[in-house]
């Protein structure tokens, strides 16, 4: 397998496939608000035959929401494609799924939340550069939508950064351990990335920079989360941890003294407090290629090009 598979870059005119691959969406969900947006950015769209299905509090039967994802990698027309929603069931699209079809078929893929299961068993099984970022219905279905998740989704996927890229940082940031490395991001949303232990599906994290966010979690799930993830011997390998600002977390100080009890015997660097959770600002990460990441200034640096621009 190539190390890397970079899919294209986008450009005004592509089209964007949008599907729930995961949690069903509310009924009062505008599919035109979204779809008015994308072409007033000068972008087509279309949209899974279940992005709007429900099988309680999924997005429809499993079978038809893997297909929708399948579809969307095999169609030509489709230069990228963006999740309407997080909330629960990618884990379960995995049977269904062709990675090498995918390999073959290689488009921008975009999410976060549950897509975490997505975005590092498309990696680690096909080599694909995938996308931690901005969702359509959470992020550009509102009425307000945050300027700065917008600059940085386009600025992103256009390929429009030059490299090294440093990605601006507008949240409350905690130096845990000072220090610098260099590696490959990947992660995602805590609780679903401890999910990928012990499957075929969770990524090497030798050499890594892990990326962790979450949201409305007590302490003593994180900190059962993380004791775990240390228990499974995830952080051995790894060269450097960074938290994303965690949204709805009932006492931040206490979870930033939690991540420094649970490193303390690492010596890579770690910090908490990154754009790149469930709040509303957010920047747009490829997961899979290299950074530099500072912990004293909590700042994610990238160093290597991600997307095809021919």
């Known amino acids: 397998m190539e190390r890397i598979i970079k899919p294209k870059k986008l450009k005004p005119g592509d089209t964007v496939g949008i599907l729930s691959p995961a949690g069903v969406l509310n009924?009062?969900?505008?599919?035109?608000l979204i779809e008015n947006y994308f072409e007033k950015k000068g972008y087509k769209v279309k949209f899974g035959k279940s992005v709007l299905a429900q099988k309680k509090y999924?997005?429809?039967?499993?079978?038809?929401?893997a297909a929708d994802l399948m579809n969307f990698f095999m169609d030509d027309e489709i230069s990228a494609i963006l999740c309407a929603r997080g909330g629960y069931g990618s884990a379960r699209l995995m049977k269904y799924l062709d990675f090498d079809l995918i390999k073959q078929h290689p488009k921008i893929f975009v999410g976060y939340s549950d897509i975490t299961f997505l975005l590092n068993?498309?990696?680690?099984?096909t080599g694909l550069v995938t996308f931690h970022g901005p969702m359509a219905v959470a992020d550009f279905g509102v009425e307000n939508i945050c300027e700065y998740t917008e600059a940085g989704f386009f600025e992103t996927l256009e390929a429009r950064v030059v490299l090294p890229f440093k990605y601006k940082n507008n949240e409350e940031k905690f130096c845990i351990k000072p220090g610098k490395c260099q590696?490959?991001?990947?992660?995602?949303?805590?609780?679903v990335f401890q999910n990928l232990i012990g499957t075929k599906y969770m990524p090497d994290i030798d050499g890594k920079i892990l990326l962790f966010e979450d949201i409305n979690e007590p302490l003593y799930k994180l900190d059962r989360m993380l004791v775990h993830l240390?228990?499974?011997?995830?952080?051995e390998g790894a060269v450097g941890l960074l938290f994303a600002a965690c949204t709805d977390v009932e006492d931040k100080l206490s979870l930033v003294a939690l991540i420094e009890e649970v490193t303390k015997k690492y010596d890579f660097p770690v910090a908490y407090g990154f754009a790149a959770g469930h709040d509303k600002s957010k920047v747009t990460l490829p997961f899979g290629v290299r950074y530099e990441f500072n912990a004293s200034d909590i700042s994610l640096t990238l160093l290597d090009t991600y997307l095809r621009t021919e």
């Open 27 to 32: 009924s009062d969900v505008d599919l035109n």
């Open 121 to 125: 068993s498309i990696n680690k099984l």
């Open 183 to 191: 590696g490959e991001l990947i992660g995602g949303n805590l609780a």
């Open 230 to 235: 240390k228990m499974a011997g995830v952080f």
């Open 58 to 65: 999924l997005a429809g039967e499993d079978e038809k929401r």
